[in-house]
T-cell receptor, first 116, second 111 residues
């Protein structure tokens, strides 16, 4: 176990549905990340939150909406998704300072999302 | 039409042999270089990292070599075991939150 949990592990949704992915870390970290891992592309960073503030949005479509209510929890709200959004969505966390910087990231097991 | 997945380079080694996984990176401004291992059904797991002011770093059974002249990174695994079978990713970071991952190499270990 890495100390980062994600729920659900699997999700099937229609294009008109609204769903949310949840991530929780028990490591006392202050930075949290969402990544997309698809069959066609390398692992892609989507969003970064540091001390609950969003610091990176990697040109992600607005049908993906992140939320970070506290440093231990991260959500990804999904609505009006497309079949090409089907992928493994990975959450990660790391130690951080308010000024940012590189630190080792700890990944959760991911949510396997299928959009029909 | 049929979707095409990412074609991963594959390395097949005999149990007990040493493995060398190679990676080319693109950004000469990258300051940190990281290796991750991803087993089936799991998220990536950190193995080892190296900073740009070093050219070699050793961990438990692993060694990372960095050649900045040709922008090349390698991971050496000593005495490869069946449990080492996984996809290995190299990644680069310029010192902030944004880490860029490579496509990965699949390692098969034959018993």
């Amino acid at each position: 176990e890495t100390g980062v949990t994600q729920t659900p592990r699997h999700l099937v949704m229609g294009m008109t549905n609204k769903k949310s992915l949840k991530c929780e870390q028990h490591l006392g970290h202050n930075a949290m990340y969402w990544y997309k891992q698809s069959a066609k592309k390398p692992l892609e960073l989507m969003f970064v939150y540091n001390f609950k503030e969003q610091t990176e949005n990697n040109s992600v479509p607005s049908r993906f909406s992140p939320e970070c209510p506290n440093s231990s929890h991260l959500f990804l709200h999904l609505h009006t998704l497309q079949p090409e959004d089907s992928a493994l969505y990975l959450c990660a966390s790391s130690q951080s300072s308010r000024g940012g910087g590189y630190n080792e990231q700890f990944f959760g097991p991911g949510t396997r999302l299928t959009v029909l | 039409g049929e979707s095409v997945g990412l074609h991963l380079p594959t390395l097949s080694v005999q149990e007990g042999d040493n493995s060398i996984i190679n990676c080319a990176y693109s950004n000469s401004a990258s300051d940190y270089f990281i290796w991750y291992k991803q087993e089936s059904g799991k998220g990536p797991q950190f193995i080892i990292d190296i900073r740009s002011n070093m050219d070699k770093r050793q961990g438990q059974r692993v060694t990372v070599l960095l050649n900045k002249t040709v922008k090349h990174l390698s991971l050496q695994i000593a005495a490869t075991q069946p449990g080492d079978s996984a996809v290995y990713f190299c990644a680069e970071n310029t010192g902030g939150f944004k880490t860029i991952f490579g496509a990965g190499t699949r390692l098969f270990v034959k018993a």
